[in-house]
């Protein structure tokens, strides 16, 4: 109701009050402030102190309380930083003959506590003047007030905004860029100067991207500024497959209970993350840890912007634990004379600043000496420029930048609305000096300026730049001293590739280890492993599984297995590809050696059995069963034991065709020499009996014209194999796992198969008649030594196919060599061996009487 009832009074035009009227006590307001007049005032909000008890007691100390205990509340000694910057910038101006010559501003300086009631409070007192808050009135003769710069935060920025937009006050805003604040339909009278840091999540992803922190926690402050920020992080790091552990946030409008913030503490140390995001109001979070026992936030990296306050304060050793963090710091310009400046400023030039002399106590530990007015007396020779970074720095940070760079914006756009009254030698207002808010504001939205350093500013919220990030590390040392030392770059609006820099070994970690420390959901996976997602789990969250076969890995965490090129293999542990040896059954090679040599025997051997029946070829044994057969047999198994000589050595296209081809006939014609000599035998027997018709084939030439036929068909067999899918050579990289094999493919298949299956009809067909055959009662009977060769030839190629398909590489060439050569000596052996034996070792049996005679 009492607010309600406020803003229904502040709805009234702001009036003048007088001492008759309104009582305007010139008494302090329980707030501290500090005043330099001048011709135009700027007022200026910065979050100074905090108050230390609960926000539940504010009540209680603004009725009871009028002058406020400094012992109630704690100095955020950076933000003086920002005041400084603020004052050098308006003595700066004021110096300046070239900017608003002749007009002197003057500045209000207000504590910008972290509550609302507290913001409205003191933006009110800046609207009514020194004395009693009085909604409407204003106790200053005239209105000097032209523009507030404030708002460290959105939230700040909103209250104030509620009062001042009334008024059509013109505020800047020196906080974090915030959308919200760029609506011009809702926010008016609002203008930010900081830069848009709509690319800070992607920095900061990049950032755990380089260091391969994919489990993150995040914390943030509980408002509208953290929420967006949050939403943006979250995005960026789904984009890049980085998981949030955790998500936390401060509340910014009440203090938490003692329990609440151990089990906020609590989750942040039992988590796996060690790396943690933290955005928005350091005073939110500083409100949760007066009157609760510390915590140690150790080994955590902490990944943060120059916003959020991380340096030392006395009594708060639970800053402490920001050691290694990594700052996203707003690039800026240096400014010339600000260091000076910090060696001047001390409570003797200001007597009247009254948050000189409380920051000047606090910073140096002045001795509690008591003067006359009680106040703590500090050495004359002290000088802000020799404070540890903990309280300042000589360089100016990017808030401080923004302050500076926002007053002097409402210096130039107040020169150009004075140069322009001038130009026009007439002032409806009656004085050049009073300043119509309404008038201000198109001055303020089309102003632009180069700062000291040549930096082009603009207020334009349409035209509002990008930031561009230095990276800095945050170090602490024993002896209470702070560093911040830059180790990197983010320039968003750089080519890819050249955006983000980090110089790693310049970093120092929260930790001993100077390597990263590592931050993830679960174990690495080693080279060697690709990652498996759990199921129902962040895609940050994996086992490792081996790699496939001819997969590798060689790097950690890889996604997945990358296969070898064709002419490589991988080692044992699957992190490296080897190189495939080229392999084939040469001739250097112990087996190659071994076959060849074998089929160098056998075929001598044959060339002998030859020159012997050639040498004996009127005798009985040799004429038996067909002379001409016999050569014709003698001479195929020749050749098929120097076709296998055809499958050693690197094979080329010429070997390709005659392996097979070859192979093929010559034991085609071998075979249907042995069913011409089996039915010969058979004829033999039959011409025996009294008229036969079987003595006219005995004696002739048609089994040598039956060898022809059986061998015109797989001629034509092997052609159309040649015509339509010849063999070809072929290096065989998937068969083995660590050798390309040289070898010849067979073009078809099917061909192939249809030249084996013929001779095996050819030679099932003479081990049948033969078989049926060998008790013939004749001793010219060779179909007892047929049915044997036949026996071990045909058992020789059974096993032949399935050793041959379960083979790979040159001993499935070894394979069908050794079945050509085994085969071929089991027909040798078994037919021939026993008739040269009679004709070298026994020759008396080689007679026609000893042939006949029966056993």
């Not at 922190?213 to 979250?234: C, H, I, N, P, Y």
């Not at 026992?293 to 030392?312: A, F, G, N, Q």
């Amino acid at each position: 109701m009492f607010f309600r009832l406020f803003f229904l009074l502040l709805q009234l035009p702001l009036s003048v009050g007088t001492e008759q009227g309104i009582p305007c006590r010139l008494e302090r307001s329980f707030s501290p402030t500090y005043f330099r007049d001048g011709d135009l005032v700027v007022g200026g909000f910065f979050p100074l102190l905090i108050n230390k008890m609960h926000e539940l007691n504010y009540w209680k100390m603004f009725w009871f309380h009028p002058q406020y205990n400094n012992e109630d509340y704690h100095w955020l000694l950076k933000h003086y930083y920002q005041v400084l910057a603020f004052m050098f910038a308006i003595e700066e101006i004021n110096s300046n003959p070239n900017l608003l010559p002749n007009i002197s501003l003057g500045f209000h300086i207000y504590n910008a506590y972290h509550n609302d009631e507290r913001t409205l409070e003191s933006s009110l007192m800046w609207l009514s003047g020194q004395g009693q808050t009085v909604p409407n009135y204003s106790c200053e003769r005239q209105r000097k007030s032209v523009v507030v710069i404030g708002g460290a935060t959105s939230e700040t920025t909103f209250s104030m905004g509620t009062l001042l937009e009334l008024y059509k006050l013109p505020q800047i805003s020196y906080g974090l860029f915030d959308p919200l604040i760029s609506d011009s339909l809702q926010f008016p009278s609002v203008y930010q100067m900081a830069p848009s840091d709509t690319s800070l999540p992607l920095g900061m992803v990049k950032l755990m991207l380089h260091f391969k922190w994919t489990w993150v926690g995040l914390v943030a402050s509980d408002d509208s500024r953290s929420e967006k920020f949050l939403r943006d992080l979250q995005e960026e790091m789904a984009r890049n497959d980085v998981c949030v552990a955790f998500i936390e946030k401060i509340s910014t409008s009440q203090s938490l209970k003692k329990e609440l913030y151990e089990d906020f503490v609590f989750r942040i140390l039992l988590n796996a993350a060690n790396v943690l995001v933290i955005y928005g109001d350091t005073n939110s979070f500083l409100s949760l840890i007066f009157t609760i026992h510390p915590y140690i936030l150790v080994r955590k990296v902490w990944i943060t912007t120059s916003h959020w306050d991380i340096s030392k304060n006395p009594g708060y050793i639970y800053f402490n634990n920001f050691h290694g963090a990594l700052i996203f710091s707003a690039q800026t310009s240096r400014i010339l004379g600000f260091k000076h400046f910090l060696k001047t400023v001390n409570p003797a030039r200001y007597p009247e600043d009254n948050f000189l002399k409380n920051f000047w106590n606090t910073a140096f530990g002045c001795p509690n000496k008591h003067g006359k007015e009680g106040e703590r007396v500090c050495s004359p020779n002290a000088s802000l420029d020799t404070l540890h970074l903990s309280y300042l720095d000589i360089t100016m940070s990017d808030q401080s930048y923004t302050v500076y760079t926002a007053v002097y914006a409402v210096a130039w756009a107040l020169h150009e609305m004075f140069l322009m009254r001038s130009e026009m030698e007439s002032s409806t207002d009656g004085d050049n000096r009073i300043v119509s808010p309404q008038k201000f504001h198109s001055f303020l939205k089309n102003v632009q300026f180069n700062t000291s350093a040549g930096k082009l500013v603009v207020l334009d919220k349409k035209r509002n730049s990008v930031a561009n990030y230095d990276i800095l590390n945050y170090v602490t040392f024993r002896n209470d001293t702070e560093v911040l030392i830059k180790v990197g770059e983010f320039s968003p609006q750089a080519p890819l590739g050249q955006d983000f820099t980090i110089q790693e070994k310049a970093i120092m970690w929260p930790s001993k280890n100077k390597n990263p420390p590592q931050s993830r959901c679960g174990k690495v996976c080693g080279p060697g492993f690709q990652k498996k997602a759990q199921e129902g789990r962040p895609v940050c969250c994996f086992n490792c599984d081996p790699c496939p076969e001819r997969h590798i890995s060689n790097q950690t965490d890889a996604d997945q297995c990358v296969k070898c090129p064709e002419d490589q293999y991988p080692n044992q542990e699957r992190n490296q590809c080897l190189p495939k040896v080229v392999t084939f059954l040469a001739y250097e090679d112990p087996m190659g050696i071994t076959l060849a040599s074998l089929a160098a025997c056998f075929s001598f051997l044959t060339t002998l059995v030859l020159w012997v029946f050639v040498r004996h070829k009127n005798t009985p044994i040799v004429r038996a069963n067909n002379r001409d057969l016999s050569y014709i047999l003698l001479i195929s198994l020749f050749f098929c034991f120097l076709c296998s000589l055809l499958f050693i050595g690197r094979p080329t296209a010429m070997n390709c065709l005659l392996q097979q081809t070859t192979f093929g006939i010559m034991f085609t014609v071998a075979i249907s020499s042995i069913l011409a000599k089996t039915i010969i035998v058979v004829l033999a027997f039959r011409a025996t009996r009294p008229g036969s018709r079987s003595r006219k084939w005995v004696g002739t030439r048609a089994p040598i014209y039956f060898v022809l036929f059986c061998t015109l068909i797989q001629g034509m067999l092997c052609a159309i194999w040649l015509l339509l899918s010849p063999p070809f050579p072929e290096a065989d990289t998937h068969s083995d796992h660590e050798y390309i094999i040289l070898g010849c493919n067979e073009g078809s298949l099917i061909a192939f198969y249809f030249v084996l299956s013929y001779m095996g009809v050819l030679a099932l067909a003479s081990f049948a008649v033969a078989f049926f055959a060998r008790n013939l009662p004749d001793t010219f009977n060779e179909a007892k030594f047929i049915t044997f060769s036949m026996l071990v030839f045909c058992s020789v190629w059974v096993s032949f196919l399935p050793t041959y398909q379960s083979t790979k590489g040159k001993m499935m060439v070894a394979v069908e060599i050794f079945c050509i050569l085994s085969s071929s000596t089991g027909l040798l052996a078994c037919i021939f061996i026993p008739k040269c034996f009679v004709i070298l070792v026994q020759p008396h049996r080689n007679t026609k009487k000893t042939l006949k005679r029966k056993f």
